[in-house]
């Protein structure tokens, strides 16, 4: 089930249309006898047991997959936030990929999949990942550039459409907004805010160096990559290679960098509350772990 808010001005109000939305489809599933579960997957649900959405869109996907497009039984957090210009989006891109195993790390709710322990911190990440056009696109110049890649997709028959490009973070060029796709959804409605604040802020602190003219960095993409499987694996408990000075720290504290880096940014939105969400993550436990914690109790 995909839920979207109208375009919001605030933090704030993106999380009372969520509130909405999640009593809308919460009374749709008493009517319809079922009820509705968040996470990052479906715990239980086996690919072979899914069917597709019969329409040009799914049909599409399920041509170009075949087998392999019953494994998506996901669940993401989605975050557009709108910039002014195209090449302002594909900057900021650049910039924002860096910080993407912190995010995933921080708000990780799949440890299962096709009822299996996978051993993941975020098994949505791996599965996912499966994809095509799943990775994080490598440092381009502006959207001239990225409208080459779209159109050479397209040419080969790669995609049919510029959405069948599904990187972690991506230009939504038709709404005029860079698209995070990293974390797992989330079923404290507290922790989904801290992802919409997270991302508003990156992104208004990360525009905001490009206005200054502060460079942006060329990160190693093979650390990023390590990053990204670090944080889907052992989430904040894991080590990886920051991007940005190239060394090794835990991921707990590359999520306190992030923090730092936006919190001038959340202040500026009077989000800076959210900074105490993430430390009683860090402190205590991610949603995938209060999933594992249920199952070795109750099982499923």
């Known amino acids: 089930i995909e839920s979207n808010t109208s375009i919001c001005s605030t933090v704030n109000q993106a999380i009372n249309e969520i509130i909405l939305h999640r009593n809308r489809l919460k009374n749709i599933g008493k009517k319809n006898n079922f009820s509705i579960g968040i996470s990052g997957t479906h715990p239980t649900a086996l690919p072979k047991d899914q069917s597709f959405v019969n329409n040009d869109s799914y049909n599409w996907v399920t041509s170009q997959l075949k087998g392999y497009s019953n494994q998506n039984i996901t669940f993401s957090t989605h975050v557009h936030v709108g910039l002014d210009d195209n090449d302002t989006i594909i900057q900021v891109m650049n910039v924002a990929n860096g910080w993407i195993a912190p995010m995933i790390a921080l708000c990780a709710n799949s440890p299962f999949f096709a009822g299996n322990l996978t051993g993941m ?41 510029t959405r069948h490009v599904w990187w972690k973070i991506r230009p939504h060029i038709k709404y005029r907004t860079i698209e995070f796709r990293v974390c797992d959804i989330q079923r404290s409605l507290r922790k989904t805010k801290m992802i919409i604040a997270i991302t508003q802020a990156l992104v208004h602190k990360i525009y905001h160096d490009i206005e200054n003219n502060k460079l942006s960095p060329d990160y190693n993409m093979e650390f990023l990559n390590d990053g990204i499987w670090k944080a889907s694996s052992l989430g904040i408990k894991s080590k990886l290679i920051c991007p940005i000075k190239e060394k090794i720290i835990t991921m707990k504290d590359m ?30 436990k991610t949603e995938a772990d209060e999933q594992i914690k249920v199952y070795n109790k109750l099982g499923f």
């Open 121 to 161: 911190q975020s098994a949505r990440t791996f599965q996912f990942g499966l994809f095509p056009r799943t990775n994080i696109l490598h440092k381009i110049k502006n959207y001239d550039e990225f409208s080459v890649i779209v159109k050479q997709l397209k040419q080969c028959k790669s995609i049919k459409e």
């Open 255 to 284: 999520i306190y960098s992030m923090l730092d880096f936006i919190y001038p940014s959340l202040i500026f939105f009077g989000t800076e509350n959210v900074v105490e969400t993430a430390e009683k993550i860090l402190k205590n």
